[in-house]
């Protein structure tokens, strides 16, 4: 049997919240994390996880607010081995010299957008969140994440970087500061944000490591697909 509030989330909340059965943590919140992707066009699943964004943001800002949950957003990123950096595929996908990738939506570096323009949006829209929960706002993440769905969509040919900072500017949220929270993509350093990704992606306890995408992560237990 599900948890409680496991159940809620995944009804998109038809009932009022109760989730007093589901809360082992000291602080009495519910903590969940979606592992997401900003590009629009990698397969059906990415459109399964637009409508879960779309259906669910009302509920989830509801739940911050009240103070019943505390969400997190995750970006899937892997790394390029050194010895291949140099090579076209490396650098088409990947930022930080290799060290955050992203595939390819079309399997073609000539064409379309390339796997290190998604890195780079889900960089932002992380530094988007740690800008929002700064600024004593964390579910403006959720507006952020469906009007740049709405907005800056790859099939309109707007998945970019002005199209993502009008979005930012919309929201009231500092532009100055979730560009430095993104770092220099070209430099050949780590980034902290998506080094702390690639950390959390790492299975821990009972917990395994995080591979399908959506995959949605309930006090520590983890339910794939959405």
């Given at each position: 049997?599900?948890?409680?509030?496991?159940?809620?989330?995944?009804?998109?909340?038809?009932?009022?919240?109760?989730?007093?059965?589901?809360?082992?943590?000291?602080?009495?919140?519910?903590?969940?994390?979606?592992?997401?992707?900003?590009?629009?066009?990698?397969?059906?699943?990415?459109?399964?996880?637009?409508?879960?964004?779309?259906?669910?943001r009302g509920h989830a800002q509801i739940l911050e607010r009240g103070g019943y949950a505390r969400f997190t957003p995750h970006y899937i990123t892997w790394y390029c081995p050194e010895a291949f950096r140099l090579t076209?595929?490396?650098?088409?996908?990947?930022?930080?010299?290799?060290?955050?990738?992203?595939?390819?939506?079309?399997?073609?570096?000539?064409?379309?957008?390339?796997?290190?323009?998604?890195?780079?949006?889900?960089?932002?829209?992380?530094?988007?969140?740690?800008?929002?929960?700064?600024?004593?706002?964390?579910?403006?993440?959720?507006?952020?994440?469906?009007?740049?769905?709405?907005?800056?969509?790859?099939?309109?040919?707007?998945?970019?970087?002005?199209?993502?900072?009008?979005?930012?500017?919309?929201?009231?949220?500092?532009?100055?500061?979730?560009?430095?929270?993104?770092?220099?993509?070209?430099?050949?350093?780590?980034?902290?944000?998506?080094?702390?990704?690639?950390?959390?992606?790492?299975?821990?306890?009972?917990?395994?490591?995080?591979?399908?995408?959506?995959?949605?992560?309930?006090?520590?237990?983890?339910?794939?697909?959405?």
């Amino acid at each position: 049997m599900q948890p409680v509030g496991t159940r809620q989330i995944q009804m998109e909340l038809v009932l009022p919240p109760d989730w007093s059965e589901s809360m082992p943590h000291p602080d009495e919140r519910v903590e969940y994390e979606l592992w997401t992707n900003s590009n629009d066009e990698c397969s059906p699943r990415c459109g399964e996880q637009v409508a879960f964004v779309r259906s669910f943001r009302g509920h989830a800002q509801i739940l911050e607010r009240g103070g019943y949950a505390r969400f997190t957003p995750h970006y899937i990123t892997w790394y390029c081995p050194e010895a291949f950096r140099l090579t076209r595929q490396c650098q088409s996908q990947c930022i930080n010299h290799g060290r955050y990738c992203a595939p390819d939506r079309e399997e073609d570096f000539g064409e379309g957008y390339e796997g290190k323009q998604v890195v780079v949006e889900n960089l932002r829209q992380l530094c988007v969140h740690r800008v929002a929960n700064e600024s004593g706002l964390p579910w403006a993440w959720w507006d952020f994440a469906m009007d740049y769905k709405l907005r800056c969509s790859m099939k309109e040919k707007k998945y970019s970087k002005a199209c993502a900072e009008e979005v930012v500017a919309s929201l009231g949220l500092s532009l100055e500061k979730v560009l430095a929270c993104m770092g220099d993509p070209d430099a050949d350093a780590d980034n902290a944000v998506l080094s702390k990704e690639q950390e959390d992606q790492i299975g821990r306890g009972s917990r395994g490591d995080v591979t399908i995408l959506p995959t949605l992560v309930i006090n520590d237990v983890q339910y794939r697909g959405i």
